[in-house]
């Protein structure tokens, strides 16, 4: 009963989420932040430390700017509606995790990037991963490794297994560059004043393919790892492969296409278009031995929670990055530091080497791109230069994801291997990071130099 009273009230602060943002009524919007609080308060137990500490942060950063700061109270509201429209926003991605895991075709999607020959089988795993997790997420990762999980323990396969789900976890993150489905895109095109999303998206998924051709080049093993992977029952066959590939892409098209016709934001038109997709797809493929669409659906909505410790986390990052950007904005150094005469790919790259250097020390990453969103999306900078700041803010979001030993993709890729996630994050993506890095300062330095 107490469960499906949280995805009672999780289902509200969505629509109420969604309504808000349509109808642009602020009534409307106090009832999903109303409900947004109420999922804190009921899932307060069943959430990690970490979020119950960020949560009682932001409200005694809450209750500060209210005391010193009188006037940017409606400021504080807005970005606590925003960081509820995150909360949302992983509520519904964890919508799609039971019909991608009762999913055969997906399976066997997965399992055909291990079926080619050993010279081509790090790019195929690493492409194909970063084109699949589009549609699901991190969880490419985990079904990678079961498909590997009948592979003989010998040190040789061990090695074999790294490589692969590192290729894995390498193409995922790289995906969080440029996804509308993604988390960091959402709060970068949010937070980022003047910046249209589709010709950012555009930058953000050339700038991420080309950063994937060249990591596929230098951080691939590809030509040590010997015949013979592919899981039982996986063979060559494209087409699960295509029919899946094809689906992210009209996953895609939907959440764009209602962006660019309605006006909603990404992260709104990913909030509506996702539940309807995941229904479609219980709908045209049902499981072996499928109990009846209702049952399913109500199984699916137990996803509804899953990422309740991620939401939190976001809401409670949107409210203490809005506190310390109220601060930092009514300081001197801050004019200064904006009308300062130099060039702004400067500050930019300092940004790009913060980013990982958090998620290196433990810090969650996500607490400082909210952050830096929140200072940079509307100065200066961000005003003049809405491309740079926004392609900064997603690649050090991927930085910060393969450095970061709390990530969750460093943690699943860590556990999948038995190994420790600090050793995924400085020892196994060490390589790929400052690779990632050096492509990265290139691309803004280009984007500068031609005017972005």
């Given at each position: 009963m107490f469960r499906s009273l949280t995805r009672l009230l999780?289902?509200?602060?969505?629509?109420?989420?969604?309504?808000?943002?349509?109808?642009?009524?602020?009534?409307?919007?106090?009832?999903a932040i109303a409900a947004g609080l109420g999922v804190v308060?009921?899932?307060?137990?069943?959430?990690?430390t970490l979020a119950r500490l960020f949560t009682l942060v932001a409200v005694a950063a809450g209750a500060f700017i209210v005391v010193a700061y009188p006037g940017e109270r409606e400021q504080l509201r807005t970005a606590l509606l925003q960081g509820v429209s995150f909360a949302s926003f992983m509520s519904v991605l964890g919508l799609m995790r039971y019909p991608v895991r009762t999913s055969a075709i997906i399976k066997r999607a997965a399992g055909s990037l291990l079926s080619f020959p050993a010279s081509r089988?790090?790019?195929?795993?690493?492409?194909?991963?970063?084109?699949?997790?589009?549609?699901?997420?991190?969880?490419i990762i985990r079904?990678?490794?079961d498909l590997l999980s009948h592979a003989d323990h010998t040190a040789e396969m061990r090695l074999q297994r790294r490589d692969l789900l590192l290729a894995g976890m390498r193409g995922?993150?790289?995906?969080?560059?440029?996804?509308?489905?993604?988390?960091?895109f959402?709060?970068?095109?949010?937070?980022?004043?003047?910046?249209?999303?589709?010709?950012?998206?555009?930058?953000?998924?050339?700038?991420?393919?080309?950063?994937?051709?060249?990591?596929?080049?230098?951080?691939?093993?590809?030509?040590?790892?010997p015949l013979g992977v592919a899981a039982p029952g996986t063979g060559t066959d494209p087409v699960p492969l295509l029919v899946v590939m094809g689906a992210s892409g009209l996953l895609l098209a939907l959440t764009v296409g209602l962006?660019?016709?309605?006006?909603?934001?990404?992260?709104?038109?990913?909030?509506?278009?996702?539940?309807?997709?995941?229904?479609f797809w219980l709908v045209v493929e049902p499981p072996a031995s499928a109990p009846p669409l209702l049952r399913r659906i109500w199984e699916m909505t137990h996803g509804i929670e899953d990422m309740r410790t991620e939401a939190t986390v976001l809401m409670s990052a949107n409210v203490i990055g809005a506190a310390i950007s109220i601060v930092v904005r009514h300081q001197s150094f801050w004019d200064a530091l904006q009308h300062g005469h130099y060039p702004p790919s400067l500050l930019l790259i300092l940004c790009l080497v913060l980013i990982p250097l958090a998620g290196a020390a433990f810090i969650p990453h996500t607490i400082l791109v909210v952050l830096l969103a929140q200072l940079l999306g509307p100065s200066t900078l961000g005003l003049e230069h809405p491309m740079m700041v926004g392609l900064t803010l997603t690649l050090g979001w991927a930085?910060?994801?393969?450095?970061?030993?709390?990530?969750?993709?460093?943690?699943?890729?860590?556990?999948?291997?038995?190994?420790?996630?600090?050793?995924?994050?400085?020892?196994?993506?060490?390589?790929?990071?400052?690779?990632?890095?050096?492509?990265?300062?290139?691309?803004?330095?280009?984007?500068?130099?031609?005017g972005g």
């Open positions: 999780i289902l509200v602060m969505c629509l109420a989420t969604v309504a808000a943002a349509v109808s642009g009524r602020a009534a409307v919007g106090n009832v308060v009921l899932q307060w137990l069943r959430v990690s089988r790090y790019a195929a795993v690493n492409i194909g991963s970063h084109f699949l997790s589009l549609l699901f997420n991190v969880g079904m990678i490794g995922a993150v790289l995906m969080t560059i440029w996804s509308p489905m993604g988390l960091g959402a709060i970068v095109t949010t937070s980022v004043v003047g910046l249209n999303a589709v010709p950012f998206l555009a930058l953000a998924c050339a700038t991420a393919l080309t950063i994937l051709l060249v990591t596929c080049v230098v951080a691939g093993r590809a030509g040590t790892l962006h660019v016709s309605s006006g909603l934001s990404s992260t709104i038109s990913t909030i509506i278009v996702l539940p309807l997709f995941a229904l930085l910060g994801t393969s450095a970061s030993p709390i990530s969750v993709m460093s943690l699943t890729t860590g556990a999948l291997t038995g190994t420790p996630s600090y050793v995924v994050g400085f020892i196994w993506n060490r390589g790929f990071v400052m690779t990632v890095f050096g492509c990265a300062v290139l691309a803004l330095s280009a984007l500068y130099m031609l």
